[in-house]
C-alpha cells in the first residue's frame, strides 16, 4: 500500500469542464510534488510545494493550478484542458525539497480528456 | 545540468538468472542517486540510493546498485531474477543542494521470462 493517496483513480473529462485531483499524505512530510507522466515515459515534473509555499513551478499552463490547503493535502485544480493533457498524473512527497530522503509516489490519476 | 542516460530501453533475462539495469549521470557537485520501479497502473516505488559512502547499496526486494565514481554509473543488480521483477525502472538523480528536481531517465522494461 502507498502512503500518499490519490483520489480519484480515474478522471474523464470534456475540455470545458473544471475538475480537482487530490492528494493526501500522513507521512509529516514537507515537501510535495506534482508530476505528468505519459505512456512509458519518466513523470516530468509541474510543481514543488515545500512547507506549503509554491517552489518550483516549471513553466506549467495555467489551465493547472496548484494549491497546498495544509501540509497533508495538495490539490490540483483542472481547467479547459486539451487533449495533450491525457496523462497519469502523480502525486509525491518527501520530508524536505532538499535532501537526501526519496520522494514517495502515490499511484496517481489517469486523467482523460475527452 | 543533471542529466541521467539509461541505454537500454529493454532489458531480457531469464528467471534465476542475474539482473543489471544500466544507469549513467551526469551533474554537478556529489550527486544523489536513486532508483525506483514502476509496475502497471502504479506509482513510482522506491527501491534504493546513493548518498556517500559504499559504493555498494542494498535496497528493497533484494535488489542491490553499484556506485562508481569514475564512471559515473549506478547500475542496478539481482543476483537472481524473479518472474514478479518485470516492471519498469527508472534511475533518477538530483544535486544535493537543488530544491526538489529530480532527473530522471527515459526508463528501461525489465522482462524477466519464466
Known amino acids: 500500500d502507498t502512503e500518499v493517496t490519490q483520489t480519484p483513480k480515474h478522471l474523464v473529462m470534456g475540455m470545458t469542464n473544471k475538475k480537482s485531483l487530490k492528494c493526501e499524505q500522513h507521512?509529516?512530510?514537507?515537501?510535495m510534488y506534482w508530476y505528468k507522466q505519459k505512456a512509458k515515459k519518466p513523470p516530468e515534473l509541474m510543481f514543488v510545494?515545500?512547507?506549503?509555499?509554491?517552489?518550483i513551478n516549471e513553466s506549467v499552463p495555467s489551465r493547472f493550478s496548484p494549491e497546498c490547503p495544509n501540509s497533508s493535502l495538495l490539490n490540483l485544480h483542472l481547467h479547459a484542458l486539451q487533449p495533450e493533457d491525457s496523462a497519469l498524473y502523480l502525486c509525491?512527497?518527501?520530508?524536505?525539497?532538499?535532501?537526501?530522503?526519496?520522494?514517495?509516489f502515490g499511484d496517481g490519476t489517469r486523467l482523460s480528456i475527452l | 545540468a543533471q542529466s541521467v542516460a539509461q541505454p537500454e530501453d529493454q532489458v531480457n533475462v531469464a528467471e534465476g538468472n542475474p539482473l543489471t539495469v544500466k544507469c549513467t549521470y551526469s551533474?554537478?557537485?556529489?550527486?544523489?542517486l536513486f532508483w525506483y520501479v514502476q509496475y502497471p497502473n502504479r506509482g513510482l516505488q522506491f527501491l534504493l540510493k546513493?548518498?556517500?559512502?559504499?559504493?555498494l547499496v542494498k535496497g528493497s526486494y533484494g535488489f542491490e546498485a553499484e556506485f562508481n565514481k569514475s564512471q559515473t554509473s549506478f547500475h542496478l543488480k539481482k543476483p537472481s531474477a524473479l518472474v514478479s521483477d518485470s516492471a519498469l525502472y527508472f534511475c533518477?538523480?538530483?544535486?544535493?543542494?537543488?530544491?526538489?528536481?529530480?532527473?530522471f531517465g527515459r526508463g528501461t522494461q525489465l522482462t524477466v521470462w519464466p
Open positions: 509525491a512527497s518527501s520530508q524536505e525539497a532538499t535532501g537526501d530522503q526519496p520522494q514517495h
Open positions: 507521512m509529516g512530510h514537507r515537501a
Open positions: 510545494y515545500s512547507y506549503e509555499k509554491l517552489s
Open positions: 551533474v554537478s557537485g556529489n550527486p544523489y
Open positions: 546513493y548518498i556517500t559512502g559504499d559504493n
Open positions: 533518477a538523480v538530483r544535486r544535493g543542494s537543488t530544491l526538489g528536481r529530480l532527473y
